[in-house]
């Protein structure tokens, strides 16, 4: 586990709830700890709560959403007491986000207003954080800020509809840079972008990390990306996180049926080719979630207790590290004394015993 | 057997901008063949004119110049020619939220087709084509959900009735543009595989547009990059995604994300990011502004050159003419 002085941001046991009947929880008892300077990759389909999660770290939910349980603390990594961020109200929490929180939101189209500048746009940063800064002096900031990511600043004038996609996304992370966070929460940064783009992208990400130290939270269906990208990966399914650990570490040795089947949907680019296949059914309703693990329906490894338990994140013994963590019941000894299955432990997801076809 | 041959194929939007005008050439000068058993991926970024060329392909939009044949038979007009080619060649779209009509049935939207071409006389045969079409898509079991309405699906389900639809009419050639670009990671290889299976149940030619490499190798038996409305290489997947011809293709392959293949290789890509711009003017290589390689030659018209048999890409480097060969 990663060194606890280390840790800027530490979530813990966080359920979200929508109001409705019934009521959706989106997120159930998640918890995590980010260190500084690091990269955190979320992964996990549409439905799985990764936004949500987001969204409750960043103390941006709306209603109907709602936190139920759960906290969230930041230390700020510059020495200082920890922040209890759920406690933070008004004129605390306004400081308190863009300073040390910073959001690069999914879609730089809909997240810009179209009818202001570029310039107005990221000078209200300054003028919303910094009431004591001149005028000059915040127009020295802009244009220091586009030039950060790569833009010329002559673009200052121009409207988000005059800029091409990634331009427009460049905008979103310099507006997040403008306060020097501690913490970049990004959700799916690249996802409406072409390769090439995503890529210039993803390299301006790493370089401004370099440059600032701050640590981010990478949220994306892709786990190609994200395998490649972070260094600590969380996969999530039916709003829990289901496996945890180093992303090489997983990469080499998933352990939890979803993160194999996940694995084997993405072709490998230059790999040899093998019969891949994606993993069938749906994901769970979540408005009704079962009360044992929410994979048991997709998992070719379900045995009976799958239909009855719901297991806790624990830790997987495997070679040296400092180990991953999955919820799932084949890797619990009490149940299973042989150990897991062996074409799980292979990374194979066995599609035969679904007894589905394509 | 089946061939669907593209002769030249081009398509120009004229742009206005206030007074101004433009010509955009969104497909310019493009040939190829599709043929039965065989995918065959397009693929390349937005606004390259691969969407353009499968729309054209499906007679949704009218190419400026060039032909088409069908088993060597020139494409004729006219509402009765164009049901009988639609009845051969049909399309999957991207979105399988809205190419399916809120307001029917998964039976309506299958049984239309079947009519419309005439392949149900009577009500009890539509009711047997239409199961048999869910049954083929594995949606079961097939009476109930041909009584489900759109928004009970899935986005996987939804995909799967679109394909049903376009395999209602029997084609011989299926489109399918990003079919799988909307879905969730864990159900696009299964709508693929399916595309798959059905090609070599049916004896399918398919066309996969896509701008996902990983995706287009592992089902097409050959790629055609396109880049600003040409094709810039075409060739079996495999030597074009591992070995890389035209400046422009390497530059895709080797941003796509790819956890398998160390960092430090992908170096190279900096020195290919170069410009973004992209020049007015559409004499030469079109890529010349962001290549790397761009040499004296450059600007000239640019033929594809042969690389290996069936492997071509439309770059000088690779004219056996260039004395110092590939550079």
């Not at chain 2, 880049?227 to 075409?234: A, S, W």
Request: with cysteine; proline share 8%; glycine share 8%.
């Amino acid at each position: 586990m990663t060194n606890p002085s280390d840790v800027v941001l530490s979530v813990r046991d966080v359920t979200v709830e929508y109001a409705g009947t019934p009521p959706v929880r989106a997120v159930r008892g998640v918890s995590f700890d980010l260190a500084r300077g690091e990269v955190l990759g979320i992964a996990g389909e549409s439905g799985c709560g990764k936004s949500t999660l987001a969204y409750a770290v960043t103390r941006l939910l709306r209603p109907p959403g709602r936190l139920v349980g759960g906290s969230v603390t930041f230390t700020p990594p510059d020495g200082g007491d920890p922040i209890d961020v759920n406690a933070l109200a008004g004129e605390e929490l306004r400081l308190f986000r863009w300073h040390r929180i910073a959001m690069v939101f999914q879609g730089a189209m809909n997240a810009l207003n179209p009818v202001l500048s570029v310039r107005r746009q990221l000078s209200d940063v300054f003028t919303a954080h910094e009431p004591g800064m001149g005028r000059r002096q915040r127009e020295e900031r802009c244009r220091q800020l586009l030039d950060l990511v790569g833009i010329a600043p002559n673009r200052l004038s121009s409207y988000p509809h005059e800029l091409s996609g990634g331009m427009r996304q460049r905008v979103m992370i310099a507006m997040a840079m403008a306060l020097r966070p501690d913490v970049v929460v990004m959700d799916e940064p690249t996802t409406a972008l072409d390769v090439v783009v995503q890529r210039d992208i993803l390299e301006e990400i790493d370089r401004l990390r370099e440059m600032f130290g701050f640590a981010v939270v990478f949220i994306t269906h892709d786990l190609s990306l994200l395998l490649e990208i972070s260094d600590q990966l969380a996969i999530m399914y039916g709003g829990r996180i289901v496996e945890t650990g180093r992303a090489r570490d997983i990469h080499a040795a998933p352990h939890h049926p979803y993160t194999v089947g996940l694995l084997n949907s993405f072709p490998s680019l230059r790999g040899e080719r093998q019969r891949l296949h994606g993993i069938p059914g749906n994901p769970p309703d979540l408005a009704h979630p079962p009360a044992h693990c929410a994979f048991t329906a997709r998992c070719p490894y379900a045995f009976a207790q799958c239909h009855e338990i719901d297991p806790p994140l624990a830790p997987v013994r495997s070679g040296d590290g400092p180990g991953t963590l999955t919820a799932c019941l084949q890797y619990d000894r009490t149940l299973r004394p042989a150990g897991p299955d062996e074409a799980l432990v292979q990374g194979r997801f066995d599609l035969d015993r679904l007894g589905t076809s394509a | 057997m089946t061939t669907l041959t593209i002769e030249r194929l081009s398509r120009h939007f004229t742009i206005r901008d206030g007074r101004h005008r433009t010509v955009l050439r969104a497909v310019d000068d493009v040939s190829f063949e599709l043929r039965s058993g065989e995918t065959v991926a397009l693929v390349g970024e937005s606004g390259s004119g691969k969407s353009t060329i499968a729309r054209m392909l499906a007679r949704l939009t009218r190419p400026t110049s060039g032909r088409m044949l069908l088993d060597g038979v020139p494409l004729k007009n006219g509402y009765r020619a164009v049901r009988r080619y639609r009845g051969d060649v049909q399309m999957v779209f991207q979105d399988p939220f809205g190419s399916l009509n809120p307001a029917h049935s998964v039976g309506y939207h299958l049984r239309r087709p079947l009519r419309l071409h005439g392949l149900a006389k009577d009500s009890a045969s539509e009711q047997r084509g239409v199961h048999d079409l869910l049954d083929r898509v594995n949606l079961r079991p097939v009476e109930v959900v041909a009584r489900r309405y759109p928004h009970e699906l899935s986005g996987g389900q939804r995909q799967r009735v679109a394909i049903a639809r376009a395999l209602a009419p029997r084609p011989r050639i299926l489109l399918a543009d990003e079919p799988v670009s909307m879905l969730d990671v864990s159900i696009r290889l299964e709508i693929l595989n399916l595309i798959d299976r059905l090609k070599q149940e049916e004896d399918l030619a398919v066309l996969y547009v896509t701008h996902d490499l990983a995706t287009a190798r592992y089902f097409a038996s050959s790629i055609m990059v396109m880049y600003r409305g040409q094709i810039v290489e075409r060739g079996p997947s495999d030597d074009v995604i591992l070995g890389p011809s035209h400046p422009y293709t390497h530059l895709l392959a080797s941003a796509a994300p790819d956890p398998d293949t160390p960092r430090p290789e992908r170096a190279d890509l900096r020195a290919l990011r170069g410009g973004q711009q992209t020049q007015s003017d559409r004499s030469g290589c079109l890529f010349r502004p962001r290549c790397p390689h761009a040499f004296d030659r450059c600007p000239l018209p640019v033929p594809m050159f042969e690389v290996a048999p069936g492997h071509a890409a439309r770059c000088f480097r690779h004219d056996p003419a260039v004395a110092a060969g590939p550079r």
